[in-house]
Every structure is written in C-alpha cells, then in structure tokens.
C-alpha cells in the first residue's frame, strides 16, 4: 500500500521559531512536492524536487527553504515563523513523468498554526 | 497568475442527480489533467485523470470531459451520492524535458450532496 507520511498532524509554533516539516515516501518516486492549502486559494505549491539535492521553487516559496538528502525524505522549513504561515501543509509524491494511470499521492496533512 | 482556475467555490446537488465540477487553464502546455477529492483534515486522493490527447476518460460513476480549445475540462458524477460531498480539486502538469513535472491546483470547488 503507497504511503507518503508527515511526521505531525498539528503543530502550534511561536512566532519567530524555526520549524521543520517532515515527509517520507515509501513509493521510490523522483517527485516530491510541498504545498499550503488556504480558503478559497487550493492547493498552493511552495517548493518541489525532482531528485536527491534537487529543487525548484514554485509559486509561494518566500519564507521557506526544503532539503532533501535522501531519495524518500523531503523536509520543509519555515526560517523564522510568522502568522501568516498558519495553514494546511500538504506533503506528495509521484514518479517524475506523470502520465496516463500514474497520480501524485499525498499526506494526511500538518495543520500549522504560529502564535 | 492563476494557470488553473475553478470559478465555483460550493456546489450543491441533490442525490441520485448529476454534479457537474468545472475547471479552465491558461497554459497551452498543460498536457495531463487530474481530479482530487479531499475530506477535511486529511490529505486530497485522486480520483481520475485524462491526458491531452484524449476528451474523454470514465471511470465508473465518474467521468472527466476535455475540451482542449476551450481550454476547459469538467468532472461529472452520476449518479451523485452523500459521501461524494467533499472538496475537489483540479490539477493539471505539463512535460518538461529536464526536471520534475510541476503539478498545479485550483482552488477547488466544494460539492454538497443533498438527501
């Protein structure tokens, strides 16, 4: 059964902290992908990796940075927390071409909120 | 600079009827299409997918339709059942010759399946 796991399903961070968000694939995918869900805005795409040391920005990538130093592992960072980065982080995974019958399978989710 | 576009923030629908999502894009390059439906407080989960050189993919009760003039794609479910209410969201990837695909998301629409 494909699994993509995040390492908490709620944080309550203080302002100004440092704070990681971990996930880990079991799937062997080249993929892995970090987005923010808000109201009426979706699914937000942050940072992404197509391979170990490898990453591209995507549409909201101010105030975070991600590692990735093993093949299942990606992480994302929140460099100094702010309120405005309380929201749904969603963590996926997917083979490097998506094509016919292949699909990005997601986490459960972190819900962050930054007092 | 929205590529991904879903202009129905809620739909409601009465059960045993047809719910019909929609989903327009921008990017000429977008070239695999997919649905995800998320319950709250859990990570979305794909439902369907359909590639650019098809208009057509069913799947059981749920069937997508590409229209790729119009750049327009929709969702439909029939018939429509309680547990289908849910968020779904529409995503869309274009190839790249180097690098991981991007894959990006409306900001989804909100189906109510009424008794």
């Known amino acids: 059964d494909v699994k993509v796991t995040q390492s908490s399903r709620y944080l309550v961070k203080r302002t100004g902290e440092k704070v990681f968000l971990e996930c880990v694939q079991d799937?062997?995918?080249?993929?892995m992908f970090w987005y923010r869900q808000d109201p009426g805005l979706g699914l937000r795409l942050i940072y992404f990796?197509?391979?170990?040391?490898?990453?591209e920005k995507g549409d909201i990538p101010e105030g975070y940075s991600v590692s990735r130093e093993k093949k299942e592992r990606f992480s994302l960072i929140l460099e100094s927390a702010s309120t405005n980065q309380t929201s749904m982080y969603l963590c996926?995974?997917?083979?490097?071409?998506?094509?016919?019958?292949?699909?990005?399978?997601f986490g459960q989710g972190t819900r962050l909120t930054v007092v | 600079d929205q590529q991904v576009k879903q202009n129905s923030p809620s739909l409601s629908v009465q059960e045993g009827r047809i719910s019909i999502l929609n989903c327009d894009y921008t990017?000429?390059?977008?070239?695999?299409f997919l649905w995800y439906k998320k319950y709250p407080a859990e990570g979305p989960t794909f439902l369907i997918s359909i590639s650019s050189i098809k208009d057509k993919n069913e799947d059981g009760r749920f069937t997508v339709f590409l229209n790729k003039s119009a750049k327009h794609l929709s969702l439909h479910i029939v018939p429509s059942q309680p547990g289908d209410s849910a968020v779904y969201f529409c995503?869309?990837?274009?190839?790249?010759?180097?690098?991981?695909?991007?894959?990006?998301f409306g900001q989804g629409t909100r189906l109510t399946i009424n008794p």
């Open positions: 990017n000429s390059m977008f070239d695999y």
């Open positions: 799937m062997d995918h080249e993929n």
């Open positions: 990796s197509y391979d170990v040391k490898m990453k």
């Open positions: 996926a995974s997917s083979y490097q071409t998506l094509r016919v019958d292949t699909e990005a399978f």
């Open positions: 995503a869309a990837s274009a190839r790249r010759i180097q690098g991981a695909q991007k894959l990006v």
